[in-house]
């Protein structure tokens, strides 16, 4: 027997670490131990921990390369790396490096920030928290998906990848293993793509991917039990 979905909600604790970088192979240097909690938040934070800062680029790591350093071609080049490419933090950071590495074999002098705009590596922590509320059916979490703050959606669909074996968010863990007719709204949510977008963005997505689906086997199930 299926266990019913367990909503649950969290928030991002922001960690100083009192690392920085003010040039970019100071970045570089930093980034080959960091711990990989910088890299997520780096990454993934700007989503739950809304950003006003160059909103055209999805990562902090772009954003320092075109505000503080003034490099458009390094932060384009960074700005399009979507880490849901990549198997885990480490397979990552080693694109990360390899980027910034090019780009200091390209330039003659080492790209550099004033003070003020110096780089600061913050870790990230994620706290989860029980609503309680769990459903047992795919037409209830239908139903409660457009009214689910956007950081359950971050917690189901983001942070889920970072924590399952197989790299897939729980919406769709949950559907494909609860009845075969539910199999179609899992390979829709399945395909969504996560990181270009908004946390709201994704609500969206997923109510569209339980829409029209959702009541194909719907109708499925009432013939089938005639």
Not at 38 to 57: K, M, N, Q, S, T
Not at 118 to 131: A, E, G, H
Not at 199 to 211: K, N, P, W, Y
């Amino acid at each position: 027997m299926i266990e019913p979905f367990a909503v649950k909600d969290c928030t991002l604790i922001s960690i100083a670490t009192g690392k920085r970088a003010q040039t970019l192979r100071e970045l570089r240097d930093r980034l080959e131990d960091i711990h990989s909690g910088c890299i997520y938040y780096h990454f993934w934070g700007g989503l739950l921990v809304p950003r006003f800062d160059d909103p055209e680029f999805q990562n902090d790591f772009a954003s320092w390369a075109y505000r503080g350093l003034n490099d458009l071609r390094l932060a384009e080049r960074l700005g399009i790396i979507d880490p849901t490419g990549f198997k885990d933090m480490e397979e990552l950071r080693r694109e990360l490096i390899e980027v910034i590495e090019e780009r200091l074999e390209e330039s003659e002098v080492v790209p550099w920030a004033r003070a003020d705009r110096q780089f600061y590596f913050v870790r990230s922590k994620i706290v989860v928290l029980d609503t309680r509320i769990q459903v047992d059916d795919p037409r209830k979490l239908k139903e409660l998906i457009p009214r689910m703050p956007v950081s359950s959606i971050f917690y189901h669909f983001i942070d889920a990848r970072r924590r399952t074996p197989d790299k897939g968010d729980d919406f769709s863990r949950w559907l494909w293993d609860l009845n075969d007719h539910y199999r179609v709204v899992a390979e829709r949510i399945m395909a969504i793509e996560p990181y270009f977008t908004s946390l709201a963005g994704l609500r969206s997505q997923l109510v569209d991917a339980f829409a029209e689906p959702v009541r194909r086997v719907d109708a499925c199930l009432i013939n089938t039990s005639r």
